[in-house]
């Protein structure tokens, strides 16, 4: 099993920066691949950021790229999701999830373990 919790998660203005972390434990001694989806109000969860096992490759949503960046410490069994220019509709819950799969995939189902979730608030 792998436990994943979520941290960072808050009330900013529109065009301010977070960072999210999501630490791991458990079966950390295997390396997986991680990512972060947020579901909104009312919304289902979306896929927004994805990093591969080897740190290689990197995925992300078209409503995020250019602004936020996804990476990872092997080493403190930590994924970040650094957050730039945010805007009122990233307001969601963020997920961290991992998978057994190396690659960096966006599909939800595709994902064995998840997070609580952090709650991100952007304001005007």
């Known amino acids: 099993q792998v436990q994943l919790v979520e941290s960072g998660g808050g009330l900013v203005q529109a065009g301010d920066s977070l960072r999210l972390s999501c630490a791991a434990s458990?079966?950390?001694?295997?390396?997986?691949?991680m990512a972060w989806f947020r579901q909104a109000p009312g919304k289902e969860r979306t896929f927004v950021a994805a990093?591969?096992?080897?740190?290689?490759?990197?995925r992300y949503a078209d409503s995020v790229k250019g602004r936020f960046t996804i990476s990872r410490s092997d080493t403190l069994n930590t994924a970040y999701l650094q957050m730039n220019n945010l805007k009122l509709e990233d307001t969601a819950v963020y997920y961290c999830?991992?998978?057994?799969?190396?690659?960096?995939?966006?599909?939800?189902?595709?994902?064995?373990?998840w997070g609580q979730g952090t709650q991100v608030t952007v304001s005007s």
């Open positions: 990093i591969s096992r080897s740190g290689f490759t990197t």
């Open positions: 458990g079966r950390t001694g295997i390396n997986r691949a």
């Open positions: 999830a991992a998978r057994a799969g190396g690659d960096a995939g966006s599909l939800e189902d595709s994902y064995d373990y």
